[in-house]
């Protein structure tokens, strides 16, 4: 597989992990049944794809791209649904997230 292909099973896995972080929240503690299923399928499906781009870019890359990712993606699902808005230091700090994803994928030579 190329790096192409890994990185847009990276960008399913994000996004699988994104639903899995509303989702819980939704479920309250695991109290509600359906968001609590939800939330398990797509932690597994997340979990799958992770570990397929793995096989092509380094684990310490594919994490830190996907943690950064997630808690990106995550905040502005918290913005939309949750109407949880973030704090200027939250939002310098979320831009710090993004430039180290940034640097690890573009700038980074780990094999």
Do not use: E, H, R, W
């Amino acid at each position: 597989m190329g790096n192409f292909t890994a990185y847009i099973i990276l960008i399913i896995a994000v996004i699988l992990g994104t639903a899995s972080n509303g989702f819980a929240k939704g479920a309250q503690g695991f109290t509600l049944i359906l968001p609590s299923i939800v939330t398990a399928i797509t932690i597994v499906g997340c979990m799958f794809a992770l570990s397929i781009v793995m096989k092509t870019i380094p684990v310490g890359v594919t994490y830190a791209s996907f943690a950064g990712l997630c808690i990106i993606a995550t905040t502005i699902v918290g913005i939309y649904k949750f109407n949880q808005m973030p704090d200027l230091y939250t939002i310098v700090g979320l831009c710090f997230i993004i430039i180290g994803v940034l640097m690890v994928n573009l700038l980074g030579t780990s094999n």
